[in-house]
């Protein structure tokens, strides 16, 4: 990799941070004059699940037509409709919003502290929910810079993680679609939660925010990846060559110690299974779609995917709380929707 390549995620970052403040004040803009226009939904809670239903195919789409071309230029290709996925996103929020009747309370402070609690990064004291009443801090200039760091970080994340499956030819796009489907859907589902409690607009300082305790000192979620990667290697007893240089790739790029390093690489020659703990990842969608694009990427090392790693596959996105339709549209490389009348949501 280059200087160049190595600058990238860097780049990436820089320029979703510079927008995600740009995008904001645009959607509320948007919003409000269509709300000047009376082309605003009115209140209606029980409408909420298709609002979600319609952002997540929208952005999934929206993905799946990007233009990924192989090496790490592909992330700055793809940039436009990442972008694209999180003014929808920001729109979902404020129709959810407009659904439960906040109208009259959607600022910016509150765009920023849903969106920031949805992607699980902090929100700087601007939000929290306290007592069944969502506060909204009125943040300075300064904070609302720093939520949007936050966010635009978190973005970027995202959007290169398990970054060397989406740059296996066939793969990439229908990789930007499920994370852009699930993540909005997620964002969806977190919007409704807070959003369906009162706003309480609170002066500019700081508030509480339970939403997000502080990190335990517990394995790493990298390190865990490793492990269900190497089950996933063992778990058919034929042990590629290509599935050990993908695993290989991944730990040159990684930042364990070497002792860690050789611990990993004795676990390759071992049959015993890892024991994996995947309820980890449940809250870190980025990390939980890396860990399955991951797993779908080496089982397609070695020519086509065996039926043992499909079914080990399928086991952990279960466990990981994807639909079934999401997990096979990775397997099989199909970018077409799934029809959201089977009960997605």
């Given at each position: 990799m280059t200087n160049a390549d190595a600058n990238i995620p860097w780049k990436v970052q820089a320029m979703l941070t510079e927008t995600v403040q740009k995008l904001f004040w645009m959607v509320l803009a948007e919003r409000h004059r269509q709300d000047s226009e009376h082309n605003l939904l009115v209140p209606r809670p029980d409408i909420v699940p298709q609002i979600i239903a319609a952002y997540s195919i929208k952005n999934a789409v929206v993905a799946a037509s990007s233009s990924l071309v192989p090496g790490p230029l592909g992330m700055l290709t793809a940039l436009p409709e990442v972008i694209l996925v999180l003014r929808n996103q920001l729109r979902l929020i404020y129709d959810i919003g407009v659904a439960h009747g906040q109208?009259?309370?959607?600022?910016?402070?509150?765009?920023?502290?849903?969106?920031a609690s949805s992607l699980g990064v902090g929100t700087m004291g601007v939000l929290a929910d306290q007592g069944g009443r969502l506060l909204i801090r009125k943040a300075s200039t300064h904070i609302f810079t720093q939520v949007s760091s936050l966010i635009g970080r978190k973005?970027?994340?995202?959007?290169?993680?398990?970054q060397i499956s989406k740059w296996l030819p066939g793969l990439g796009a229908v990789?930007?679609?499920?994370?852009?489907?699930?993540?909005?859907?997620?964002v969806g589902k977190k919007a409704n939660s807070l959003l369906s409690?009162?706003?309480?607009i609170t002066a500019d300082t700081p508030v509480a925010d339970p939403l997000h305790p502080k990190a335990t000192t517990l394995p790493s979620l990298e390190r865990i990846k490793i492990d269900a990667l190497i089950n996933l290697v063992t778990i058919d007893r034929d042990r590629a060559p290509s599935e050990l240089a993908f695993i290989d790739t991944i730990l040159m790029h990684s930042e364990f110690d070497p002792a860690m390093l050789a611990d990993i690489h004795q676990s390759l020659i071992s049959d015993e299974p890892r024991l994996v703990d995947y309820t980890r990842f449940i809250d870190d969608p980025d990390a939980s779609l890396g860990l399955l694009i991951d797993l779908v990427a080496l089982a397609q090392r070695h020519?086509?995917?065996?039926?043992?790693e499909a079914m080990y596959i399928?086991?952990?996105?279960?466990?990981?709380g994807y639909e079934s339709d999401d997990i096979l549209m990775l397997l099989e490389g199909n970018?077409?929707?799934?029809?959201?009348?089977?009960?997605?949501l």
């Open positions: 109208s009259h309370d959607l600022k910016e402070e509150v765009l920023a502290g849903v969106l973005v970027a994340q995202q959007a290169l993680s398990s990789a930007m679609a499920a994370w852009s489907r699930y993540t909005t859907m997620q409690c009162p706003i309480v020519g086509g995917i065996h039926i043992t399928k086991q952990v996105g279960r466990i990981l970018v077409a929707m799934p029809d959201m009348r089977k009960g997605d």
